[in-house]
C-alpha cells in the first residue's frame, strides 16, 4: 500500500474514533492529525475540510453497505435457503466492528445535524431496494405473494436488527452469540415464509 493511502486511511480511522468519542462538531481537525499521528497538513491534503472528511466517512459506510451483502434471486434455489444466506450475510455486516463504529458516528451525527446524511441514509434504503426486487422476482415466480414488497423487505431487516443492531447501537448490549443468531435468522425467516409463501 503507498504511503499516502496508508496515511488516508489512519486519517479515516483516527475520524472515526475522534467523532464517536466526542461528536463531529467537538472534534478539531488538530484533534484528529495527533490520533493519526500525521502532520495537520498531510490532513488537509487529503481532506480540505471537516466536513470533506465526514463525507469520506459517510462514503465509506454506503460502500460497506453496497458490498456486504448480495441479494440475487434464484429460481432453482430453495426461498428459505435464499433468505438464510441473505440474514447471515446481514449479520455479519452488523457484527463488523469497522461497521459499528461508522454506525454509531453516523447516528449522533443525525441527532445534530440531519441534513448532512441525507446521501447516506438514502443509499441505506436504496440497499434495501435489492431485497424488494428479490421479493417482486420471487413473487413474479409464483413463490411469495406480497401486494407490498417494499414493506416486506423493511420488515424483514427489522426483524433481524431488532436483535442484531438496535440493542448493541442504543444500548450496548452484547453482540448475539452464534447460537443466538442462528435462532434469530430462523425465526426471521420463517415469519417472513409463514407471512409471504405463495
Known amino acids: 500500500m503507498a504511503r499516502s493511502i496508508e496515511k488516508k486511511q489512519a ?10 468519542n466526542k461528536g463531529f462538531e467537538s472534534t478539531s481537525m488538530d484533534q ?15 481532506f480540505p475540510s471537516k466536513e470533506l472528511l465526514f463525507d469520506a466517512i459517510l462514503d465509506k ?39 459499528v463504529d461508522l454506525a454509531k458516528v453516523i447516528m449522533a451525527e443525525m441527532m445534530h445535524s440531519p441534513h448532512r446524511i441525507n446521501k447516506a441514509l438514502a443509499e441505506v434504503e436504496s440497499r434495501d431496494g435489492d431485497l424488494t426486487s428479490w421479493i417482486i422476482s420471487a413473487g413474479a415466480d409464483g413463490k411469495l405473494t406480497v401486494n ?3 414493506f416486506a423487505a423493511t420488515q424483514f431487516f427489522a426483524l433481524i436488527k431488532a436483535f442484531c443492531f438496535w ?7 452484547p453482540f448475539p452469540e452464534k447460537a443466538q443468531q442462528v435462532k434469530i435468522i430462523n425465526s426471521a425467516v420463517a415469519m417472513f415464509i409463514g407471512n409471504y409463501k405463495a
Open 61 to 99: 459506510m454506503i460502500t460497506l453497505f453496497s458490498t456486504a451483502v448480495s441479494i440475487q434471486y434464484q429460481s432453482e434455489k430453495e426461498l428459505t435457503l435464499q433468505l438464510i444466506d441473505i440474514a447471515e450475510q446481514e449479520i455479519a455486516l452488523l457484527s463488523d466492528a469497522a461497521f
Open 148 to 150: 407490498d414488497a417494499e
Open 167 to 173: 440493542p448493541q447501537l442504543v444500548q450496548g448490549q
Open 11 to 20: 486519517i479515516l480511522v483516527a475520524a472515526i474514533a475522534e467523532f464517536k
Open 32 to 46: 484528529i492529525a495527533m490520533t493519526a499521528a500525521v502532520s495537520k497538513r498531510t490532513v488537509y491534503n487529503h
